[in-house]
């Protein structure tokens, strides 16, 4: 498809488990962001890569929280052992570049449709 | 990035305009004005962005304050797919990676 891709759409688990979220960007896009939002908010970043090189993971909120991107393209978000407060919609976005510079400035971010988790 | 500023919840009537407003006193020189809005179930989507002078596109107009200080997002004939939140981010080239999201302005449109 021609836009980024994420499933599963909705994610149930029980409370210890470990879930895995796909995300397909944009064929060639650079940049790939995941996001968390909870009900009523804004998204809150969480990580970003470059190709297959995550450059900043400063948002991530525990150790739990796992994100990769072997061969540049698909990632996945990992989080072990769900606790109650990970349940959120996980939103990916990807951007076709990811220099320095000016991307940052005018680059638009793409997103998914996003995975409901909800951790019981 | 600057920090915005915009009206929790907004209310118009279809095919009537609507003036979204942002406040971002604390804008750099260098800082472009981005607007994103997400419809429901949906991620965030793509409005608009500028840096100095008003932009249209055919979704929307981006009015910019002389003194950078405000903004507003212009929807010329809003329809009830308009409903949706929208987002008045800043970006800086030596800035946050991705979008820093506030709780933006949810937009009621009324039949």
């Known amino acids: 498809g021609a836009g980024v891709s994420q499933s599963p759409r909705y994610k149930v688990a029980k409370r210890g488990q470990d879930v895995a979220l796909r995300c397909d960007p944009i064929?060639?896009?650079?940049?790939l962001f995941w996001y968390q939002q909870a009900l009523g908010q804004g998204p809150e970043f969480l990580t970003y890569?470059?190709?297959?090189?995550?450059?900043?993971k400063s948002g991530l909120p525990s150790d739990r929280f796992f994100a990769e991107r072997p061969e540049g393209s698909v990632s996945t978000l990992k989080i072990q052992r769900t606790q109650q407060e990970d349940s959120a919609v996980y939103l990916c976005?990807?951007?076709?570049?990811?220099?320095?510079?000016?991307?940052?400035?005018?680059?638009?971010?793409?997103f998914g449709s996003g995975t409901q988790l909800s951790v019981l | 990035d600057a920090k915005t500023t915009q009206p929790n919840s907004m209310e118009s009537n279809e095919e009537e305009p609507v003036h979204l407003p942002c406040n971002h006193s604390?804008?750099?020189?260098?800082?472009?004005i981005h607007w994103y809005r997400q419809l429901p179930s949906q991620g965030p989507e793509y409005v608009i962005h500028?840096?100095?002078s008003n932009v249209n596109n055919r979704m929307a107009s981006l009015a910019i304050a002389e003194d950078r200080k405000s903004s507003t997002l212009i929807l010329h004939r809003a329809t009830l797919r308009d409903a949706a939140v929208y987002y008045c981010?800043?970006?800086?080239?030596?800035?946050?990676?991705?979008?820093?999201f506030g709780k933006g302005t949810h937009l009621i449109i009324q039949p």
């Open positions: 976005a990807s951007s076709r570049e990811g220099s320095a510079g000016d991307w940052r400035t005018n680059e638009k971010l793409f």
């Open positions: 500028g840096l100095t």
């Open positions: 890569f470059q190709n297959e090189a995550q450059l900043d």
């Open positions: 604390t804008i750099s020189g260098t800082d472009y």
């Open positions: 981010i800043l970006r800086s080239r030596g800035g946050a990676d991705g979008l820093t």
């Open positions: 064929s060639g896009h650079v940049s």
